[in-house]
Nanobody
């Protein structure tokens, strides 16, 4: 059974940083691409970032490029999202996802989400 468990969310002020973690189990983590998504109240879920199996390929939404960094530790079966220079509009529930390819449009596995709140 595949499990993705996010952690690291919280309440911060604008300009602060947070690092989200996504611990994976039940899959061969080193062969999966990992994605990060977010959903703000009243809005649809949106893509934030993704990283391929070996960390060489990364993609970012325009809204976070230059501020957020996706990374992974295959030895620890964990993906990370470093979020710097946070803004109030980054407030959302953040989800990690896994799929066999970074090119997917329908991610196979999802975590339960972690809340990030950025106050102004």
């Amino acid at each position: 059974q595949v499990q993705l468990v996010e952690s690291g969310g919280g309440l911060v002020q604008a300009g602060d940083s947070l690092r989200l973690s996504c611990a994976a189990s039940g899959l061969t983590f080193s062969t999966y691409a990992m994605g990060w998504f977010r959903q703000a109240p009243g809005k649809e879920r949106e893509f934030v970032a993704s990283i391929n199996w070996n960390g060489i390929r990364r993609k970012y939404a325009d809204s976070v490029a230059g501020r957020f960094t996706a990374s992974r530790d295959n030895a620890e079966n964990t993906a990370y999202l470093q979020m710097n220079s946070l803004r109030p509009e980054d407030t959302a529930v953040y989800y990690c996802a896994a799929d066999i390819t970074i090119a997917t449009t329908k991610w196979a596995f999802w975590g339960q989400g972690t809340q990030v709140t950025v106050s102004s």
